[in-house]
């Protein structure tokens, strides 16, 4: 099982998502309402009844948690609707959200089961369930149900190897004919390392093969991490695949730092000289900006929430069953953004949990 979570900020543009998905054209790929614990099914009563639940917190914009829960096809002979509204709510509860209004549905329109759980992060009595460590408790809870109900046991996306052809690169190879730069770069950089190279070796053969490196060099000499240089693309290590991380880069390679520290810097010369003093951007956590409450600003807050939750749609990358491409976000913690305001307007802190 892979869960997929975001945080956001409108709860009824991630709801009328799902609804759409209820009102699907095609009957076979028509969404269904597994469970839920408003009593009333009107949007305008549900608007009505969440935004009474946001007066307890009126300053918590980030306040809607919308999660799909992904299964392998090997799965599926075991995942009546009973048996996923039961994970559903054992999820649920794991992740702290006990006391708060939340909606389960099942989507079919998908080559694999999957779930969208969605709930406000307000509870009845105004507290606010933390998205601290959300990805941490997450894999925590998954694990555990996926032994609780007797499920295939997929691994974290963050252990994977290598990250496979996202959707879109997939569907580039069918239009092309052509792999994409990554695939490339990653058979390139495989064939380079089973060789078991020194340092000095996997530069000179990269560069023959058109790939440069820039790496994150301190003063001392120490390396904390490598970005790849292949063409036109340019990716950090992690996002290329755990392999190709530097902390595992150099358990492959005859590396010492010593030694190679000169041949390293002179290798960053060369890349910065070849594609300029170019700042990779590293993959941050969506941090949802304020927004008012006037329709115009509701009404955009909407269909941001609608195109967050087609995100969640789209699985990890490296699962053999599962397919697509992914982007979870890092998990941020409420009272760690409260308090860099506070700190930006030199206002004393308050302990509020």
Known sequence: MIAIQKIGRSFMG??????????????????????????????????????????LRPNLNRYVYH????????DIAKLDNATLTAIARDYIEAMGFTDNQYFVFRHYDAEHPHLHLLANRICFDGSVVSDSNNYVRSEEAIRALEQQYNLVTVEPSNKAAERAPTKDEVEMVRRTNKAPDKVLLQMLLKDLLSRKPTMQQLLNWSEQAGIHFLFNQASTGRISGVTYFFRDFKVKGQSLGNRYKWAELVKQIDYDQVRDSAAIAAAN??????????PVTAVKAEVLSDVGVDDMITGQSNREEMQ????????????????????????????AILGRNRRRQQKAGRNSR
């Open 14 to 55: 991630a709801l009328k998502y799902n609804v759409r998905k209820l009102n699907h054209p095609d009957a076979m790929k028509r969404a269904e309402l597994l469970d839920t614990n408003f009593t009333n099914l009107d949007l305008t009563r549900i608007k009505t009844e969440v935004d009474f639940i946001r007066q």
């Open 67 to 74: 999660t799909s829960l992904n299964f392998p096809n090997e």
């Open 269 to 278: 010369v060369k890349t910065k000289e070849k594609y300029g003093e170019l």
């Open 308 to 335: 967050i939750a087609e995100s969640i749609d789209i699985v990890p990358e490296h699962h053999p069953v599962i397919s697509g491409s992914i982007n979870i976000s890092d998990d941020i913690d409420d009272e």
